[in-house]
C-alpha cells in the first residue's frame, strides 16, 4: 500500500465520494488513467479502489469510496465512508453528483459538509441533465452551498482537468471555501450548541477521541441516535458524565417540542435545506413526467413481456459467447500447436525438458487459453448489463421468482454475475442487507455455472455429443440453476428460516454503455483469468507432468506413475459413478481451479495442446454416459480455490466454508451417481 | 373506490397514478420506556428498533413524508417501480404497503369532481 506517501511537499490524497450509479468509477478512471489498484477495506471485503493522478508538479493519491446515500451508521458501505473521513483524514473529498438527480444527490453533501472535511463537487452527467430540461446554474450552486462545484460529464471525459485545478486550488486554501451547514431550526441548534459545549468541555471524549471529527457533527449525530458515534463516545465518557446527562436532556427537550423522532426532524431539515438550494439554482426547462428511460421499463420490466426479454438476452449473451469466441478460439488453438510443434524440432534435448514444456506446459496451459475468447465475451456481456442498468431490472423481474425461494430480486444479482466468475459475484452479495439472505445466495452461488467450467463442457461435449454440443452444455446449466434453486430452497427452509429483508434497490436510468467503460470492466475481471492461467494453472499443470513423468522410466502418464498411484488410491470412491483413476486425479487437481480438469488431460495423455487428439483419447475411459456425469461432477463439486477463499472472507465463518465445500461435494457425488444408475437402467454403456 | 383525500397504500395504485407521501406505517418504533430502560440496564445509551434501519434508507434514498411518488410500474403481485423526484426506485411489495399515500385528484378515478 502506498498510502505512507501521503500529505508530503506536492501529495494530496483525495477521497472520492458520491451516491451509487452518480458515476463514480468513470470519474476515478479519468482521474487515474490507469494507475489504479484493487485492494480491500482492513478486515471487510469491500472492494477498495486507489489511484493516482497528476496536475502540474502535484501528485494526488485518489481513494474510491464505495457509493452511498447517506451516512448514517446502517450500513457497511457507509461506516466505511465515515471511518474513512475521519481516521485517515484525506486532503479533501470529491463528491460525485449525479446533475439529473441533484436533489437526492445533495442530501449526502450536506452530511459530507456537516462531516468537517473540504468538499469539492462534481457535479457529473450535465449532458443527461441538460437533456431532460435541467439547467443548473453551477456558479449559484458554489455560492450557495460555500464549495466548489465542477461540472464535468465522466463518460466524455469533460470537466477532469478542471476538477484537478479545483482539488489543487482547494487544497492549497486558494479556492472558496466555507461550507454552509444545514440549519436545523432555533430548537435544535440550541441542544446542538450545548452539546458541542460538554463535548469540547469532557476532555477524555475531546481529548482522545474528538481529535478526528468536528464537535458539531458528534452533537448532530448523538441527536440522531447514531449507533456507531454512541458507541465510541461511551468508550470515553460513562453514563451519568455531563455529557449524558446533556444528551438525555437535550433528547427530552426536543422529543416534547415536536412530539416526533429528532431523527425524522433532522433528516427533513436536510432535504429542506437541499430543496432550498435546488429551488434557487436550478431551472427546469420543462417537467418530463415520463422519461425515455421509464417508457423502456414500460416494455422491459412488463409483467408479462419482462420474462420473455430476459430469457432473450440470456440467450443472446450465451449465444454470442459460443458462436463468436468459437473464431479466436481456433486461432489460439493454432498458435498453441505451432508453439507446440516449434518446441518439438528446436528442443531435442533433455527429453524431459521438451516433454515439461510440450506435455506438461504448453499441453496444461494452452489447452485452457483456448478459451480466453469466450471468457472475455462473457464477461463483457454481463459489463454491458450492468453498465446498461439492465442488470437492476433483472433483479426485479426475477424478484416474484425469488421471493418463492425466500429471498428477494436483488439476490438474483450476484446469482447472474455467477455466469462469470463466482469470485466477484460472491463479493456482490455485499449489496444484499439480510444477513441470511447473504449466507444462502453465496453458498448456492458455485453451482452457477462459471467461465471455467466451460473448457471441461467444451472438451467433454466435443468428444462425446459432437452433434449435440450446445445442447448438452445448455443442459449442464440449467442442471446448475435447478440445483441452486432447489439448494436456496433447502437452505431458507433448514439452514436460514425468516422472512426476507425488505427490498429495495435503486433503478438507474438505461445508458447506453461506452466503448470504454465496458472494456474496462471486462479487463478487471477477465485479466483475473489470464493471471490464473499463468500461475495456478501453470503451477498445476507442472504438477501433474511432474507426477506422470516419475517415477523416472516409467511410462509416461501411465497408471504405474506417480498420477496413476494417487489416481488409484482414489479410485474407489469415483468407481461407483464410472470413472477411472484418471478422473480421480483430474478432480483432485481441479480442486485448485476448475480448468484444470482439462488440463490435467491435456497433460497425462501427453498429447499436449491438440484437442482432437486430447477427444480421442478420452474415448478410452469414457463412455458419452460417464462423461455427462463427469461433467455433471465437475459442475458441481467443491468450489474452487479462489472461491473458497472468498467465501471464508465473505462469511468470514470457516464453518459455512467447509460447509459450502462439504456440500457440494456430496451433491456432485449423488447426482453423478444418480445419472450413471439412471442412465446403465436405460441401457446405456457405462 | 378511494375518495380524493383519503390515504392509499403505494402497493395498491396502478402504473401512472401518482401522490404524496403521507406517512411510513409500521417501522417506526418510537423511542420509548422500554427501549430506554433497556439502555439503562446496560448502561448505554437506549436505542430505537431495526425499522429505523429501513426508514433511514428510505429516507435517504428521498422517500420521505411529503414527497411526490408515481407510480412506473407495478407487478402485482411482485415489486413497484415508483417516481422519487428524478430517481427510479424498486420496492418490494411489503414496503410498497407501508407507504401511505394521498392520492393526486386528477389521476384517481374518482377524480376531483367526484
Known amino acids: 500500500m502506498s498510502r505512507g506517501v501521503a ?21 476515478f478512471n479519468n482521474l487515474t488513467g490507469g494507475r489504479q489498484h484493487v485492494g480491500n477495506w482492513p478486515g471487510v471485503t469491500v472492494e477498495k479502489k486507489e489511484g493516482t493522478a497528476r496536475y502540474g508538479d ?56 456537516e462531516l468537517g472535511v473540504h468538499v469539492v463537487i462534481a457535479l457529473n452527467m450535465m449532458d443527461v441533465a441538460s437533456a431532460r430540461g435541467i439547467n443548473i446554474d453551477v456558479e449559484l450552486l458554489s455560492e450557495l452551498l460555500g464549495i466548489p462545484v465542477v461540472p464535468t460529464i465522466g463518460l466524455r471525459n469533460k470537466g477532469t482537468e478542471e476538477l484537478k485545478v479545483a482539488i489543487v486550488s482547494t487544497v492549497m486554501g486558494e479556492a472558496r471555501f466555507r461550507g454552509i451547514q444545514v440549519n436545523y431550526g432555533k430548537e435544535i441548534e440550541e441542544e446542538i450548541s450545548k452539546l458541542q459545549a460538554v463535548i469540547e468541555q469532557d476532555e477524555r471524549v475531546s481529548g482522545e477521541f474528538l481529535g478526528n471529527y468536528s464537535s458539531r457533527w458528534i452533537g448532530v449525530k448523538l441527536l440522531e441516535e447514531d449507533e ?30 415536536f412530539s416526533e423522532d429528532i431523527e425524522t426532524v433532522i433528516v427533513d431539515n436536510r432535504y429542506g435545506f437541499v430543496a432550498g438550494v435546488v429551488r434557487e439554482a436550478v431551472e427546469r426547462e420543462f417537467e418530463e413526467p415520463v422519461t425515455l428511460s421509464d417508457r423502456i421499463d414500460r416494455i422491459l420490466t412488463n409483467r408479462i413481456l419482462g420474462f420473455p426479454f430476459f430469457a432473450l438476452f440470456m440467450w443472446l449473451m450465451f449465444f454470442l459467447t459460443f458462436f463468436l469466441g468459437k473464431f479466436p478460439m481456433n486461432r489460439i488453438d493454432h498458435l498453441m500447436r505451432g508453439l507446440g510443434n516449434l518446441i518439438n524440432t528446436n528442443i531435442t534435448s533433455p527429453v524431459w525438458l521438451r516433454s515439461l514444456l510440450v506435455d506438461g506446459v504448453v499441453g496444461g496451459v494452452g489447452s485452457v487459453l483456448v478459451f480466453l475468447p469466450q471468457i472475455f465475451i462473457i464477461f463483457i456481456c454481463i459489463s454491458i448489463l ?71 463442457y467444451a472438451l467433454f461435449t466435443a468428444a462425446f455429443f459432437a452433434a449435440h454440443q450446445g445442447t448438452v452444455t445448455f443442459s449442464l446449466y440449467l442442471l446448475g440453476i435447478i440445483l441452486a434453486v432447489s439448494m436456496a ?20 436510468p438505461y445508458r447506453l454503455p461506452t466503448f470504454k467503460g465496458t472494456f474496462i470492466h471486462m479487463w478487471e475481471r477477465g485479466s483475473m483469468f489470464l493471471r490464473k492461467a499463468g500461475t495456478i494453472i501453470l503451477a498445476g499443470s507442472v504438477a501433474i507432468w511432474i507426477l506422470s513423468y516419475l517415477p523416472p522410466g516409467v511410462k509416461y502418464g501411465s497408471g504405474a506413475s506417480l498420477a496413476g498411484k494417487v489416481g488409484h488410491v482414489l479410485e474407489p470412491l469415483v468407481r461407483p459413478l464410472g470413472f477411472d483413476w484418471r478422473a480421480a486425479v483430474a478432480l483432485l487437481f481441479g480442486f485448485v481451479a476448475k480448468e484444470i480438469v482439462v488440463s490435467t488431460y491435456g497433460t497425462l495423455l501427453g498429447v499436449g495442446e491438440n484437442r482432437a487428439l486430447i477427444s480421442s483419447g478420452l474415448h478410452g475411459f469414457f463412455t458419452p454416459l460417464t462423461a455427462y456425469g463427469f461433467m455433471a461432477f465437475t459442475l458441481i463439486y467443491t468450489p474452487c480455490l479462489a472461491t473458497i477463499a472468498v467465501i471464508k472472507k465473505e462469511t468470514g465463518s470457516r464453518r459455512w466454508t467447509a460447509f459450502a465445500v462439504g456440500y457440494s461435494l456430496a451433491l456432485a457425488w449423488i447426482v453423478a451417481f444418480v445419472i450413471y444408475r439412471v442412465g446403465l437402467l436405460f441401457g446405456l454403456k457405462g | 373506490m378511494n375518495s380524493p383525500g383519503e390515504l392509499m397504500p403505494l402497493a395498491f395504485m396502478r402504473r401512472g397514478d401518482g401522490g404524496t407521501l403521507v406517512e411510513i406505517r409500521g417501522l417506526k418504533h418510537r423511542v420509548g420506556d422500554v427501549g430506554r430502560a433497556l439502555g439503562e440496564q446496560k448502561g448505554r445509551f437506549f436505542h430505537a428498533g431495526r425499522g ?14 411529503g414527497a411526490a411518488l408515481k407510480v412506473i410500474q407495478n407487478n402485482a403481485p411482485g415489486p413497484i417501480i415508483v417516481a422519487v423526484k428524478d430517481s427510479r426506485l424498486c420496492l418490494g411489495r411489503a414496503i410498497a404497503g407501508k407507504l401511505m399515500v394521498r392520492p393526486e385528484g386528477e389521476d384517481s378515478p374518482n377524480g376531483p369532481a367526484g
Open chain 1, 489 to 508: 430452497k433447502l437452505f431458507r427452509r433448514f439452514l436460514f428460516p425468516g422472512e426476507s429483508e425488505p427490498f429495495v434497490m435503486e433503478l438507474p
Open chain 1, 58 to 113: 502535484y501528485e494526488f493519491e485518489v481513494v474510491d469510496l464505495p457509493g452511498t446515500y447517506s451516512l448514517t451508521a446502517y450500513s457497511l458501505e457507509e461506516i466505511i465512508v465515515r471511518d474513512f473521513m475521519t481516521l485517515d483524514k484525506p486532503d479533501l473529498v470529491v463528491d460525485i453528483v449525479d446533475a439529473s438527480n441533484i436533489e437526492r444527490n445533495l442530501y449526502l453533501t450536506t452530511q459530507l459538509i
Open chain 1, 386 to 456: 450492468e453498465d446498461s442498468g439492465y442488470m437492476a431490472r433483472a433483479a426485479f423481474i426475477m424478484d416474484r421468482i425469488m421471493h418463492w425461494l425466500g429471498m428477494h430480486g436483488k439476490s438474483f444479482i450476484p446469482l447472474l454475475m455467477g455466469f462469470g466468475c463466482n469470485v466477484p459475484a460472491v463479493m456482490a452479495t455485499r449489496t444484499l442487507e439480510s444477513e441470511k439472505d447473504r449466507m444462502i445466495t453465496i453458498l448456492v452461488n458455485p453451482l452457477m455455472s462459471c467461465t471455467a467450467r466451460l473448457p471441461v
Open chain 2, 52 to 65: 429505523h434501519r429501513l426508514e433511514h434508507r428510505l429516507n435517504s434514498m428521498g422517500i420521505i413524508p
Open chain 1, 228 to 257: 456507531k458515534v454512541e458507541e465510541d463516545v461511551s468508550r470515553y465518557s460513562e453514563p451519568g458524565s455531563a455529557l449524558f446527562r446533556q444528551l438525555e436532556a437535550s433528547r427530552d427537550h426536543l422529543f416534547t417540542i
Open chain 1, 7 to 27: 500529505s508530503n511537499e506536492g501529495q494530496i490524497t483525495a477521497a472520492l465520494s458520491g451516491n451509487p450509479n452518480a458515476g463514480k468509477t468513470t470519474i
